[in-house]
């Protein structure tokens, strides 16, 4: 079983089919997506395996629920990175440090989020259309802050979009390479790499390298102080 006696008690509590989300994600968390089975999540929720089939029909939409709720965490994360700092280029760092430690802290639900996995019995939860709202949610968060920052000024860009493109993918492409273990070498691979990645991209928008850098400085200050708001996702801090 997953977790402490307390834990376990504390996730049997509650609505059921919010229990067997809750499940699957922590099955998901601890043992991977080979253990992503009707019997081993219902067991850990404390439930019936007829109680996956009530509540969401089959495995594969206890799955896409799964996917939904991943997406719904890492808004909050980007909401959170968001409120806590006022300046666009500080938040969008910020955010960066969120989706990197929502990776870290559960790469298996990340990799079903972005349909990256497929080990064990588990394989893309469902099509890029039925998670596309959940997504789409999360990223708007990113998007608001950089057409912020496209309309401050301090950048040559003025389309915000562009530049949410550009940095989703560039901190996704991170993630991926330190998760395959790509940045074992380089010590601690959000000082090494991500950061110094980051600052040059904005460089590239037509910021000044002084201020880029220390708006990461900033952002990198934020998160070691945080409040880490979700560490059922995110058991490692950076």
């Given at each position: 079983?997953?977790?402490?006696?307390?834990?376990?008690?504390?996730?049997?509590?509650?609505?059921?089919?919010?229990?067997?989300?809750?499940?699957?994600?922590?099955?998901?968390?601890?043992?991977?997506?080979?253990?992503?089975?009707?019997?081993?999540?219902?067991?850990?929720?404390?439930?019936?395996?007829?109680?996956?089939?009530?509540?969401?029909?089959?495995?594969?939409?206890?799955?896409?629920?799964?996917?939904?709720?991943?997406?719904?965490?890492?808004?909050?994360?980007?909401?959170?990175?968001?409120?806590?700092?006022?300046?666009?280029?500080?938040?969008?760092?910020?955010?960066?440090?969120?989706?990197?430690?929502?990776?870290?802290?559960?790469?298996?639900?990340?990799?079903?989020?972005?349909?990256?996995?497929?080990?064990?019995?588990?394989?893309?939860?469902?099509?890029?259309?039925?998670?596309?709202?959940?997504?789409?949610?999360?990223?708007?968060?990113?998007?608001?802050?950089?057409?912020?920052?496209?309309?401050?000024?301090?950048?040559?860009?003025?389309?915000?979009?562009?530049?949410?493109?550009?940095?989703?993918?560039?901190?996704?492409?991170?993630?991926?390479?330190?998760?395959?273990?790509?940045?074992?070498?380089?010590?601690?691979?959000?000082?090494?790499?991500l950061a110094p990645m980051a600052v040059t991209h904005m460089v590239g928008f037509g910021e000044d390298r002084t201020y880029a850098a220390h708006s990461a400085s900033t952002a990198l200050e934020?998160?070691?102080?945080?409040?880490?708001?979700?560490?059922?996702?995110?058991?490692?801090?950076?």
């Open positions: 079983m997953v977790g402490s006696p307390d834990e376990k008690s504390a996730l049997q509590r509650g609505p059921v089919r919010e229990r067997l989300v809750e499940a699957a994600i922590e099955v998901l968390r601890v043992h991977g997506p080979g253990e992503m089975k009707v019997r081993r999540i219902s067991e850990e929720a404390g439930a019936s395996t007829i109680a996956v089939y009530h509540h969401f029909g089959d495995l594969q939409r206890l799955l896409i629920e799964v996917v939904n709720r991943g997406f719904s965490m890492l808004r909050a994360e980007l909401l959170d990175a968001a409120a806590s700092n006022v300046e666009p280029e500080v938040q969008l760092f910020s955010m960066a440090l969120c989706v990197r430690g929502m990776a870290r802290g559960n790469p298996h639900l990340y990799d079903m989020m972005f349909g990256l996995s497929t080990r064990g019995t588990y394989r893309a939860a469902a099509p890029a259309t039925v998670t596309r709202k959940p997504f789409s949610d999360a990223y708007e968060v990113l998007a608001r802050a950089c057409q912020d920052l496209a309309s401050s000024g301090r950048i040559d860009e003025e389309d915000g979009e562009l530049i949410a493109a550009q940095l989703w993918s560039l901190v996704h492409g991170f993630v991926s390479l330190e998760a395959a273990g790509h940045f074992d070498d380089h010590g601690d691979a959000v000082v090494a790499v934020w998160w070691k102080h945080r409040d880490h708001k979700f560490d059922r996702i995110g058991s490692e801090e950076i």
